[in-house]
């Protein structure tokens, strides 16, 4: 679609509400709905909530609505919104930079053992969620985490989502620069501020100096990613663009070089390209990358220069290599002296319980801070050299793991249909049947690998970038009496990958199988991986030279 007149552009004079979502957005801005959470709805209980609220502006504080216990994928995209969901939230807890205190994470655990039903996921955008969350107990639990300085706001919605960035930023040894300063300026002054609470869609930010790029800014709206330039100054490179879902498109750089102390205005000034420019005739056009991909990368250099900066950015230089697979799993030396040492969940999901654990043991053998990560896991910071091995033993034991088989460490899942009102099949429960199978089958794989498995095509957890990209469909299969039923199954995206030769899985048309044949097939694909690679080469690499019927 080509951007012309009447896609509801501000800066073009289109105001008008093109859809329901802008229309309610026009209404009362999302914002506003806490204070109604807190006088109106904790009172009524869940039947007294207006419906643009309920399945509007909550999200602006990190809530939807759950799915109904028992309802299968089939009826997804059957049923009335009011017919799919269950009486409960889920409530996303927004962490900038993954940053936490023992305190905080100590909080977030009692919430979840107190509220939750002791269940926690740690997502792939460095948020905790927790779920079978009662409208009734909102405010107090916005209480708690207001005493320790975290909050919901705009952890969902049309607006600035949470900022990823390094979970060893401002004390890894390989660092390019140190992003700290700038996230926390940009959050103060941006997040929750009106002028930036009603975008087209929503806009995801990653500000990070890591020499791994961890934070995947291939795939970010914006992302400022460390470099040096010609001086050796720190700074950052500009990415615009990137993002997966339906119509998966990779960040483009702007090729500008950005200061630290000039990230929180630059950062304004893309996301305000994109709130008055932006398509808001379509929620499925709305994204930053549709604009960016009619524009070019010039000409939105030159309208973030000329009218949203007043000034040109000096040319910088593009990032280092960046590798396929990043995390920071293990023990990891500092450049202060002292170690970090990253784990890994399983499949994102963890419980209140073993946070609470997590939170006294960074008390009492390390510095009293940990990071959530983008790959799920967790990382405890300021460990002393003589407690490293007692922390990744204290760890094991709470299920997290920071000697991890590669299967364990690749493998990430969203949320699925256990909660997920857009989901098709389950997914948690799915992802760790086939690591467990594979690490059975396959005890001694010896590369990394990504396994990344989604309950539908919105890729919140990125099927399309993964080595094996599992995305959830229903399938029609015959059953025994010869009638065909719903079946839970994937369609597979096969050698998708981030870094430098970044690139989006293979699929084929009739590349679908079974929930239940998952485990077999991704053994049958590794095992003619292990057969065929040559030397170094890895599975992506293997993929992209594959004959069809070797991945079939």
Same mark, same amino acid.
């Given at each position: ?297 010039? #000409?939105? @250099? ?6 949203? %900066?007043? *000034?040109? /950015? =000096? &040319? ?111 997914? #948690?429960? @799915? ?6 199978? %594979?690490? *059975?089958? /396959? =005890? &001694? ?108």
């Amino acid at each position: 679609m080509a951007a012309g007149k009447g896609q509801g552009q501000w800066a073009l004079g289109y105001r008008e509400p093109l859809n329901p979502n802008e229309r309610s957005k026009r209404d009362n801005d999302g914002l506003l709905v806490k204070q109604r959470i807190i006088d109106i709805y904790q009172h009524t209980g869940f039947d007294g909530i207006d419906p643009g609220d309920l399945r509007g502006r909550f999200r602006w504080y990190g809530l939807y609505t759950q799915r109904a216990q028992g309802i299968p994928g089939g009826r997804t995209a059957i049923l009335e919104p009011e017919e799919l969901e269950d009486k409960y939230f889920m409530l996303r807890i927004r962490i900038d930079g993954g940053r936490l205190s023992s305190e905080q994470l100590r909080v977030i655990g009692e919430i979840s053992t107190r509220y939750g039903r002791d269940l926690a996921d740690i997502t792939d955008r460095q948020n905790v969620q927790l779920h079978w969350i009662r409208i009734e107990d909102v405010p107090a639990i916005w209480e708690q985490l207001e005493a320790v300085g975290l909050n919901t706001t705009e952890a969902c919605g049309d607006t600035p989502r949470v900022m990823l960035s390094c979970p060893l930023e401002g004390v890894a040894a390989d660092a390019l620069a140190d992003a700290s300063a700038a996230l926390a300026e940009t959050i103060e002054r941006y997040v929750g501020d009106p002028a930036f609470s009603n975008l087209p869609r929503k806009f995801k930010t990653s500000i990070s100096g890591c020499a791994q790029h961890c934070v995947n800014h291939e795939i970010n709206d914006v992302a400022f990613v460390g470099v040096r330039d010609a001086d050796d100054e720190p700074g950052f490179d500009l990415w615009v663009g990137g993002g997966l879902s339906t119509n998966p498109m990779f960040a483009q750089r702007l090729g500008v070089f950005v200061r630290s102390e000039e990230v929180a205005e630059v950062w304004s000034g893309v996301c305000g390209i994109f709130r008055d420019y932006g398509y808001r005739r379509s929620r499925n056009h709305a994204r930053l990358k549709f604009l960016l991909a009619d524009w070019g990368v010039e #000409k939105f @250099r030159q309208v973030l220069q000329d009218e949203y %900066l007043g *000034r040109k /950015l =000096p &040319d910088g230089p593009a990032p280092d290599s960046s590798p396929a697979h990043r995390d920071h799993i293990g023990v990891i030396a500092q450049r202060d002296g002292g170690f970090a040492v990253g784990a890994t969940t399983d499949s994102g999901r963890t419980s209140g319980t073993a946070l609470t654990k997590v939170a006294a043991l960074a008390d009492s053998l390390a510095g009293g801070r940990i990071r959530t990560t983008a790959q799920q896991g967790l990382v405890l910071l300021d460990v002393p050299a003589g407690s490293t091995e007692a922390v990744v033993r204290h760890l094991q034991e709470l299920g997290l793991s920071a000697r991890p088989t590669k299967f364990h460490r690749g493998t990430i899942a969203c949320t699925g249909i256990e909660f997920c009102k857009l989901a098709l099949v389950e997914t #948690k429960g @799915r992802a760790e049947t086939i690591r467990h199978e %594979l690490e *059975r089958r /396959l =005890p &001694d794989f010896d590369t990394a690998i990504t396994i990344n498995v989604n309950g539908c095509p919105n890729s919140c957890a990125r099927f399309q970038v993964a080595d094996i990209g599992f995305k959830g469909i229903v399938q029609k299969v015959k059953a025994e009496d010869g009638s065909f039923v719903d079946a839970e199954a994937f369609q597979v995206h096969l050698g998708g990958q981030l870094g430098s030769e970044a690139a989006f899985g293979r699929k084929f048309r009739g590349l679908k199988v079974t929930a239940e044949q998952a485990p077999d097939y991704a053994e049958r694909i590794l095992t003619g991986y292990l057969d065929r690679r040559t030397a170094g080469e890895s599975f992506a690499g293997y993929v992209s030279r594959a004959e069809e019927d070797w991945l079939l």
